[in-house]
């Protein structure tokens, strides 16, 4: 049997805190529980908001905590052509389709469907869909469009893509902490509408590059935050697209703020850097977590 892998990604876009220790060391307690892999990954597409000194900051806190994972270290920034040549399959399939709307298009549109009556659907997350109208543009005005410079995303076509597979998505859930059982949760991408899988200026999204690395790093064991619980629909969509494997799925209870709310990067409070320098321990951290 192959070796179990686990993999911590965080994105240098601010400082880690309580929620990513407990994250990264759940993940290490598991890989050790069970002999397996550790890997670490920067998540690191989004060339505006990340930077070097946040990846140092990831690194220094990582080892301090007693974070260890295995070499080489996984910088997604590195691998851009790989990501582009999964889109380019994508759209080869025409399961993709560039979208133009701005988002003020976007607002607008919508506004203009709820004063009417309409009733338009929201994302999870709380979001609106895509309003999918420039589907139907023909390759020429596709074409003309980009030629003339216009922005866009690559959108993928959800429809399309739920017809193209055909039988019902699924991922496997395990159900505690411990790995000990699991349940099968029906995927739902359409719940999401067409996602944005890759920009013009970055051919990729967070959804396009985190399978596409899970596949490539062997990644059989995906433990994070319940945060992303529902983007595993659209991960288990494009997985599936893609013919790549099947990982099994942990998503983990988040660590609260004392405002009983989901930390953020900016609450200085909570970072690692700040409790360190506040005189706590390792140690110390693993008891505010809860491990
Ligand atoms: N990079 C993502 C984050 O920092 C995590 C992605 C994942 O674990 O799939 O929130």
Known sequence: MTRPTFRFAPS????????????????????QASAGRLLLRIEDIDTTRCTPEFEA??????????????????????????YQAA?????????VYPAFMSRGDIRAFITEREQRGENWPR????????PGIDKTLSTRERNRRIDAGLPFAWRLDVEAAMARI???????????????????????????GDVVVARREVPTSYHLSVVVDDALQGVSHVVRGRDLFFATSVQRLLQQLLGLPKPAYFHHRLVLGPDGRKLSKSQAATGLSALRENGATPQAIRQLVGL
């Not at 240098?12 to 890989?31: C, I, K, M």
């Not at 900051?57 to 790989?82: K, M, N, T």
């Not at 889109?87 to 399961?95: G, I, N």
């Open 12 to 31: 240098p876009n601010g400082e880690l805190h309580l929620g990513h220790a407990y994250s990264a060391l759940l993940n290490q307690q598991l890989a």
């Open 57 to 82: 900051g990831i690194f220094r806190d990582l080892e301090w905590l007693g974070f260890s994972w295995a070499e080489p270290v996984r910088r997604q920034s590195e691998h851009f052509a790989e």
């Open 87 to 95: 889109l380019q399959r994508l759209a080869r399939e025409e399961l």
């Open 123 to 130: 994302d999870p997350d709380g979001a609106p869909l895509y």
């Open 166 to 192: 055909g039988t019902p998505l699924s991922w496997t859930e395990f159900t505690d902490e411990t790995l000990g059982a699991t349940s099968e949760v029906e995927a739902r991408p359409r719940d999401w």
